[in-house]
């Protein structure tokens, strides 16, 4: 499947960004006079090759797993908040519940790797590969075949909620201790120093942020990923929900959709996937800028404007919910506000 989706990404339609621009260029306002807002019209036009709808059907994708490398002390929580979390998720009453109702999107909450059985959740989508990536200190986080079937969850999320009539997906992930190899994996990928791009996760104190950098380093060293190979890096010092939400892109890409990304972890795997085909890029938006050191690390890296930057850094696919709520303002103004023609006015030369 991976294979496959790859070799189906596509550039992004020129023919319809040039017809968006037109129109956008025509609405009655001064040229550029609604700044981003017009960007993210005219990217989501010729994404879906066609004006879009006022109202995109939209879901968000969690995807939930634990990681080894917690039992090294490098976050404030034990590794059952994973499952406890996603029992709130479950429920409707945690943070992306919020927030996605108000942007008028569906939530999936998709095991990939919990640790936790979590046998007490109707609605839980059971894709889990294994449960928990390895502890990267000690050794690869997944094998390559692990990682390979992780990345295809994510394509088969993407692939069924375009059967659906989905247009705009979003990543979302839930997982104790998975800033540690979000981290290890950007440092490798941009690449950059672990230090610099090494954030606190659920607010970690000094002992523990040092201790972080130092599993990382060791991390780095004791798995020597190459960052030529981005999957085999993934496989290395990644997780299983990082993988997910690689695949989640690329499924998106491959579908012609429009893929909002949330924070720092759903950057790095958002990166894997642009790093196994750059055009991947052409279909991200990037929802925000987290608090955690590395996001801006990676945006100025990556040469890349994120929608919004509101201090955030609790993950989920909050920051991606609220930036869809933007998008759709954008689209409802490509699609409502009347052309010059339109409004019998004649524009000033």
């Given at each position: 499947?991976?294979?496959?989706?790859?070799?189906?990404?596509?550039?992004?339609?020129r023919e319809h960004l040039g017809k968006a621009w037109d129109r956008i260029n025509n609405l009655v306002k001064p040229v550029g006079s609604l700044?981003?807002?017009?960007?993210?019209?005219?990217?989501i036009v010729a994404i879906r090759e066609s004006d879009p709808?006022?109202?995109?059907?939209?879901?968000?994708?969690?995807?939930?797993?634990?990681?080894?490398?917690a039992l090294e002390g490098v976050s404030a929580f034990p590794q059952e908040v994973t499952g406890l979390m996603v029992r709130n998720f479950l429920a409707g009453i945690a943070g992306i519940n919020v927030i996605a109702r108000c942007a008028g999107a569906h939530v999936s909450i998709i095991?990939?790797?919990?640790?936790?059985?979590?046998?007490?959740?109707?609605?839980?989508?059971?894709?889990?590969?294994?449960?928990?990536?390895g502890n990267i200190l000690q050794g690869p986080a997944m094998t390559p075949e692990e990682t390979k079937q992780a990345v295809n969850v994510g394509i088969e999320m993407a692939r069924q909620a375009r059967a659906n009539g989905t247009a705009m997906i979003a990543t979302g992930e839930m997982g104790i201790g998975n800033t540690t190899p979000s981290a290890?994996?950007?440092?490798?990928?941009?690449?950059?120093?672990?230090a610099d791009v090494t954030g606190r996760g659920t607010g970690i104190e000094d002992d523990a942020?040092?201790?972080?950098?130092?599993?990382?380093?060791?991390?780095?060293?004791?798995?020597?990923p190459d960052p030529k190979d981005p999957l085999l890096c993934l496989a290395a010092i990644g997780g299983l929900e990082v993988a997910a939400i690689c695949g989640l892109c690329l499924g998106g890409a491959a579908g012609k959709m429009v893929v909002v990304v949330d924070g720092f972890i759903s950057s790095v795997g958002a990166l894997v996937a642009m790093r196994l085909?750059?055009?991947?890029?052409?279909?991200?938006?990037?929802?925000?800028?987290?608090?955690?050191?590395?996001?801006?690390?990676?945006?100025n890296s990556e040469g890349i404007r994120p929608i919004l930057d509101l201090d955030l850094?609790?993950?989920?696919?909050?920051?991606?919910?609220?930036?869809?709520?933007?998008?759709?303002?954008?689209?409802?103004?490509?699609?409502e506000m009347a052309t010059f023609e339109e409004a019998g006015i004649e524009p000033v030369e």
């Open positions: 499947m991976l294979e496959e989706t790859l070799a189906e990404i596509k550039p992004v339609s700044g981003r807002l017009e960007e993210m019209a005219a990217r709808p006022r109202d995109l059907k939209k879901e968000i994708f969690v995807f939930a797993s634990d990681h080894g490398v095991d990939v790797g919990i640790k936790d059985d979590v046998l007490d959740a109707p609605g839980l989508i059971r894709r889990k590969i294994k449960r928990g990536s290890a994996l950007i440092s490798v990928l941009l690449p950059a120093n672990p942020y040092e201790r972080k950098i130092r599993v990382i380093e060791k991390a780095i060293e004791k798995n020597r085909n750059p055009h991947v890029r052409e279909y991200l938006f990037f929802s925000h800028k987290s608090s955690e050191t590395g996001h801006a690390v990676f945006f850094r609790l993950g989920e696919g909050t920051g991606a919910a609220l930036a869809m709520q933007i998008m759709e303002n954008a689209i409802r103004v490509y699609t």
